[in-house]
């Protein structure tokens, strides 16, 4: 009887280092048992027995056939794996049929024997021959398949009983593999082209088969067996099921194991990345459908998302910044969020705190924390030299992805289409991810204002999505734990002992850009705007600077906002807030682009205009709902922000927001109450203005306020 086992002892032989040797000698010493060799040249050579057996430079060359690792059969997990519960019923039951005629008991022991065993016919007095008959006209089948089974059951036990499962008709293996290879190679040549239909691919893999191979050389499979044999091999490369841009995502994917940057605490690995959503957002000025683009700064590590800036299809340096400056400074938790929603002030977690609520405040919407390295793309905005001026400045490493390979930046990646399938399908205007998903007309739905839209994401990332266990968020020590990035935060702190909490809020005026220019007496001059305010040098006085303008101080510039730039004294290292003089005129921010648009606007109806015309004139033509250009659109779109692109800290000059007027107009006056006092009506055009209006025509009024652009 065959068996794994090999005898070791004088006169077995064995490979050792490509020569046949034999054991001549075995002995037993203090260090263990040793063998004596000797090869074909009459040569000896002495080892332990334990290096003989173990190393990978010798083999034991067995007398008797067995078992071996080389053999073309399938190990029995694997062929008892593929059975389905039918096939597995079938053979269970015949291997039970198999122990009965050689045991007598279909258990194949007595002590487990069922009612009426043995039976009569299978009792160990009878021939086996007889026992093979009597199964063969009980089971109705050939007593030759009866004997068949018993040897294929001492062979290889209950595996050697499962029925022959060989290819399957029509299927790859069993055809040519010349024409399958041929046919890969087909359908490999389409991965950058527009897809072919399976006909035109099994025609060209036949002519390419017969110009290679010549005629009658390969067999070509029939038609239905080559649509069988190209379903198959969609799976090695797929080119007629999915998206042709699916298709080339896959066709890319690496040929050997994937890797990737391994974060081990917060902050280690910041990811950036911009995407046009896949929503509608309504310009607040002109009621038009846009889209918008949402850029979003994800910690690796915790997958926590640290600042987020939507904006029209027109992302620009300073909204990257922005969202780089929201790592540093939190926007600040809504009033009405949850407390699990809410970041503490300091980014320390709440599981670590005694006193939560004296030590928390009013919380932020995102954990604060300084990032060591920024993985983003080669879009302009990413690598600009805005952004990596202030990253060189800050210590913040960049690494640019690679070339059209998105699964560098897959958690981001894989965020934004979290976004989409968790909320934006949920909102009214959602578009789709692309034309086929699109429904009839989703512009008609869209009356969220981009403002609206992006609080509304804040909110959502806030409570929803930190909240709740993520797949990717494990603890390998845990692995059955999944954990919310909020608590991949805290895990992170306690398993990195700290966290990079940013050291100065004035930081944040070093992510805008800066230009040079002298101080006259009038004020300083910027693209012929005129800044005044306090902190501002004397005109005598000689800058301390060399920089490219002749006795020149730099100045802050905001491009979203230019009716303020911003100043630090040289000597006190204080930052100041000069203000435009014609912002009084704008009541909102002003764009560049928006200026330099009502500069030529004004430019084209007046002789002389000056900037407070111009702002004026671009004003009323966008009250008017004139502006409908692509441009006029997109600037109107930034200047219908309700704030900055950066929220900045306060320098000492009182902001417009904090006057008694403003607070009043925006309902958050805090006075006592008591007795009503008049005040002048507010100019809002709400539901409780209709008694001041008179009769209005609803249907008249509204009835192109969603039209399409």
Known sequence: MSGAGARVGVGTRFRYDGETVEVVEMAATTAGNEVVLKDGRGQVRRLTLKELLFTDRAVVIPERAGPSAGDVEEIASVVLGQLREDERHVVLERAEHVREVLSGYRSGSPELAREGEPRPEYASGELLEAKYAAKAAELGVGARSVRRWVALFHEHGEAGLVPGRGHARGSAASADPRWV?????????????????????????????????????????????????????????????????????????????????????????????????????????????????????????????????????????????????QCFRPRPAGRDWPRGAVWPEHGIPRTVLVDVDGATGGGLASPPLVPETLVVDHCRVYVSEHLTSVCRRMGISIQPARLRTGRDKGPVERFFRTLREGLLEVLPGYKGPDIHARGELPEADAFFFLDELEEIIREWIAVVYHCRPHAGLVDPGVPGLRMSPAQMFEHGMARAGYIEAPRDPDLAFEFLATKWRTVQHYGVEIDRRRYRGPGLPAPGIRSPYEGPVKNGWPFQIDPDDITHIYFRDPATRVWHTLTWEHAPAAGMPLSEDALVFARKLAASKYRYPDDRLAVADLLERWNLGLGTTLPERRIALRLSREQAALELPSTGVPESGSLPSVRRALGEDSRPAGPPVAEPPVAEAGDDDEADLGPVDEDAFYADALEDV
Not at 275 to 297: I, K, M, N
């Open 181 to 325: 290879e041929t046919a890969l190679e087909v359908m490999a040549e389409y991965t950058d082209q527009s897809r072919p239909s399976r006909t035109l691919v099994i025609e060209r893999t036949r002519t390419r088969v017969i110009a290679r191979f010549g005629p009658e050389v390969v067999a070509q499979p029939s038609r239905a067996t080559a649509f069988r044999i190209l379903q198959e091999l969609e799976r090695r490369h797929p080119l007629f099921r999915l998206s042709t841009k699916r298709n080339r995502d896959i066709a890319d994917r690496p040929g050997g194991p994937y890797g990737k940057l391994r974060p081990t605490r917060p902050g280690e690995y910041v990811l950036m990345d911009t995407t046009r959503l896949d929503v509608f957002g309504c310009d607040p000025l002109t009621l038009r459908w846009v889209q918008a683009e949402l850029t979003v700064a994800m910690d690796w590590y915790t997958r926590c998302i640290t600042g987020i800036r939507l904006t029209p299809v027109s992302t620009k340096a300073v909204d990257v910044s922005a969202v780089l400056f």
